[in-house]
T-cell receptor
Framework: GQQVMQIPQYQHVQEGEDFTTYCNSS?????IQWYKQRPGGHPVFLIQ?????EVKKQKRLTFQFGEAKKNSSLHITATQTTDVGTYFC?????????????FGGGTRVLVKP | SQTIHQWPATLVQPVGSPLSLECTVE??????LYWYRQAAGRGLQLLFY??????ISSEVPQNLSASRPQDRQFILSSKKLLLSDSGFYLC?????????FGSGTQLSVL
């Protein structure tokens, strides 16, 4: 079935620095979503990308969907302690494969003040 | 507005005991509902999903089962818990293209 792989698994970032987390698939994705899970909390939807090469920004977060729709990235600039948490990419399966959202393994972000 | 309730928040159960986790959604009708499990420090594994009453799709063969007795109720069960069933269990409903998660149940099987 559909799988999305995320790298890195862990990201230690100095406060104020930038970092990027990546999401890759061996198959073409119809869409890609990103969720954030704070420590001890539940995942919360951040954004969805559906178009090839699409770029969306939310304040210090920039999301990109690859031209081939097989990869995506999340770039955070000027990291703050509020960015701590695990970031997941996810993708809805094609209709024939069922009504399910498959998540990547997540990137756990730790911020050093 | 729509809300999702999941309980209990934490649960400690002995090996071999039964399990019942309940999830209810308010403010929407005929939602698609999901159960995910998250092992400590790991990703989200889809266990079951349901598109309607009595309709359950199982993603991973295991020691768990799910039922949907009412439109807005989704139950995760086990007859005999294993140590490997420990984890963070999350219920979610689909609103448009997004999933909205409950606050989760931290299950420890000892």
């Amino acid at each position: 079935g559909q799988q999305v792989m995320q790298i890195p698994q862990y990201q230690h970032v100095q406060e104020g620095e930038d970092f990027t987390t990546y999401c890759n698939s061996s198959t073409t994705l119809s869409n890609i979503q990103w969720y954030k899970q704070r420590p001890g909390g539940h995942p919360v939807f951040l954004i969805q990308l559906v178009k090839s090469g699409e770029v969306k920004k939310q304040k210090r977060l920039t999301f990109q969907f690859g031209e081939a729709k097989k990869n995506s990235s999340l770039h955070i600039t000027a990291t703050q302690t509020t960015d701590v948490g695990t970031y997941f990419c996810a993708s809805w399966a094609i209709k024939a494969a069922g009504n399910k959202l498959t998540f990547g393994g997540g990137t756990r972000v730790l911020v050093k003040p | 507005s729509q809300t999702i309730h999941q309980w209990p928040a934490t649960l400690v159960q002995p090996v071999g005991s039964p399990l019942s986790l309940e999830c209810t959604v308010e403010g929407t009708s005929n939602p698609n509902l999901y159960w995910y499990r998250q092992a400590a420090g790991r990703g989200l594994q889809l266990l079951f999903y349901s598109v309607g009453i009595g309709q359950i799709s199982s993603e991973v063969p295991q020691n768990l089962s799910a039922s949907r007795p009412q439109d807005r109720q989704f139950i995760l069960s086990s007859k005999k818990l294993l140590l490997s069933d420990s984890g963070f269990y999350l219920c979610a409903w689909r609103g448009g293209e997004k999933l909205f998660f409950g606050s989760g149940t931290q299950l420890s099987v000892l």
